[in-house]
């Protein structure tokens, strides 16, 4: 029976984005994208399966990996590999050979697993028909196991809920745990908690080991805390900015192409570009700051008793330049921020070029690539956040130059032709 207390919080991360990351260059691979994407059990697919859409359904066979997001997913079918699951909900009845790993904000699993399940969501629900047959990670705002783990189990959650089999050691970080009937634990129960846990071993709760209360972590498990959370956060930004540039696509899609092709071609002028708008976006947010002291300072002048022509001139000038430089300020937060996204469509258009020649400028699969190695870059000490400062400058400078040549185009008499625009997008 393994030790519980290995570092899986590194892994875990890993776990869901070393997939996506390498599935363009392991085997055969099909490409779904649809609004709604249906599986049905008449349906086999032979090769691994990258699917985006609205809703996802399996019901059929999969014989590789399936990587799916979606704002919904439901897999009740037959995925001989691994499932990785980006959702909004996850429903998981059907039967994975491999691990399963998902970032979701509510999952329901009542299946089988036939590896590891890796799952970090706000709600996590492990049904009483779920077999895991290898260890648990789990790490939620509720975690409700109810299902049966062949090895290990930790949850890292603020309330969970045990009332399954698992017939390794548990490890449990939680303000608030309860072991309810009729939960059995065949090894050691080791649990991380200001408030001393609710067992109710009168009623039927059985654990085999020892069971041993930690109010308070070594520093040791704190660090660990710490570089998981850490973890977490990383990808929550990451599908945040994936998010967020595929509404970019969705909206603007011909200013995307043009600000890619900006940044292949014009990589100088777009670094000049995108320095020209920090200097703005730096004295903007000066001039906020300045407007909001002098909003409070002509205030005070108003209500004094001898100062209220000063005041309401000091006042009227903050006014009339809060919602100014606001507006500023935000546009350029907006535009740097529009930068890395331009900056990650272009490295994972270059990396799948690589590996499928007919790659193209927009496509979502390459965005989540090229995010996916920025987060690796920006997550170094230091050197992160320079690497992250020069893609949002450079990026944003590309945007601008960008728009400026499609409102040119725009402007331009009909009867000249316009510059052929790169191909759409694909899965």
């Given at each position: 029976?393994?030790?519980?207390?290995?570092?899986?919080?590194?892994?875990?991360?890993?776990?869901?984005?070393?997939?996506?990351?390498?599935?363009?260059?392991?085997?055969?691979?099909?490409?779904?994208?649809?609004?709604?994407?249906?599986?049905?059990?008449?349906?086999?697919?032979?090769?691994?399966?990258?699917?985006?859409?609205?809703?996802?359904?399996?019901?059929?066979?999969?014989?590789?990996?399936?990587?799916?997001?979606?704002?919904?997913?439901?897999?009740?079918?037959?995925?001989?590999?691994?499932?990785?699951?980006?959702?909004?909900?996850?429903?998981?009845?059907?039967?994975?050979?491999?691990?399963?790993?998902?970032?979701?904000?509510?999952?329901?699993?009542?299946?089988?697993?036939?590896r590891s399940m890796m799952v970090s969501g706000q709600e996590i629900h492990v049904g009483e028909k779920t077999v895991i047959e290898k260890d648990a990670v789990l790490l939620g705002g509720s975690v409700y196991f109810d299902g049966m783990a062949r090895e290990d189990v930790e949850i890292t959650a603020g309330a969970v809920y045990i009332s399954g089999v698992i017939h390794g050691n548990v490890v449990l970080k939680a303000e608030n745990i309860n072991i309810l009937p009729p939960a059995f634990?065949?090894?050691?129960?080791?649990?991380?908690?200001?408030?001393?846990?609710?067992?109710?071993?009168?009623?039927?709760?059985?654990?085999?080991?020892?069971?041993?209360?930690?109010?308070?972590?070594?520093?040791?498990?704190?660090?660990?805390?710490?570089?998981?959370?850490?973890?977490?956060?990383?990808?929550?930004?990451?599908?945040?900015?994936?998010?967020?540039?595929?509404?970019?696509?969705?909206?603007?899609?011909?200013?995307?192409?043009?600000?890619?092709?900006?940044?292949?071609?014009?990589?100088?002028?777009?670094?000049?570009?995108?320095?020209?708008?920090?200097?703005?976006?730096?004295?903007?947010?000066?001039?906020?700051?300045?407007?909001?002291?002098?909003?409070?300072?002509?205030?005070?002048?108003?209500?004094?008793?001898?100062?209220?022509?000063?005041?309401?001139?000091?006042?009227?000038?903050?006014?009339?330049?809060v919602p100014i430089t606001s507006f500023m300020t935000v546009s350029g937060g907006v535009l740097f921020y529009s930068g890395k996204i331009v900056f990650a469509l272009l490295i994972g258009y270059a990396l799948m070029k690589m590996m499928k020649p007919g790659a193209v400028y927009l496509g979502r699969f390459q965005m989540l690539l090229g995010l996916a190695i920025l987060a690796v870059l920006c997550a170094v000490p230091y050197v992160g956040f320079i690497v992250y400062l020069v893609i949002s400058i450079i990026g944003a400078g590309a945007i601008i130059l960008g728009v400026k040549n499609c409102r040119k185009d725009s402007e331009a008499p009909a009867t000249l032709s316009a510059p052929p625009e790169p191909p759409g997008e694909t899965g």
């Open positions: 029976m393994k030790s519980t207390h290995s570092p899986y919080r590194l892994f875990l991360f890993a776990a869901i984005l070393i997939p996506l990351i390498t599935a363009g260059s392991i085997g055969a691979i099909t490409f779904e994208k649809e609004d709604n994407i249906h599986i049905s059990n008449l349906h086999r697919i032979d090769d691994d399966l990258i699917a985006w859409g609205s809703v996802i359904t399996v019901d059929g066979l999969i014989e590789g990996d399936l990587i799916a997001g979606a704002y919904t997913v439901n897999t009740n079918g037959h995925i001989r590999g691994s499932q990785n699951v980006f959702a909004y909900t996850f429903t998981h009845a059907g039967k994975v050979d491999g691990a399963l790993r998902a970032f979701v904000n509510r999952i329901d699993v009542n299946g089988y697993v036939g634990i065949e090894g050691n129960l080791t649990y991380y908690s200001e408030n001393e846990a609710f067992i109710d071993e009168a009623s039927g709760v059985t654990i085999v080991g020892e069971t041993v209360w930690e109010p308070k972590e070594a520093d040791a498990d704190k660090d660990k805390v710490g570089l998981f959370t850490q973890s977490v956060v990383g990808i929550s930004k990451l599908l945040a900015a994936f998010l967020f540039g595929v509404v970019l696509l969705l909206l603007f899609k011909r200013y995307a192409a043009e600000s890619i092709k900006q940044l292949k071609t014009n990589f100088a002028v777009s670094t000049a570009t995108g320095l020209l708008a920090m200097i703005i976006f730096a004295i903007s947010v000066i001039i906020l700051m300045i407007s909001g002291i002098l909003v409070i300072t002509g205030l005070a002048l108003v209500y004094s008793s001898d100062g209220s022509p000063a005041g309401g001139l000091v006042l009227a000038l903050s006014i009339f330049m």
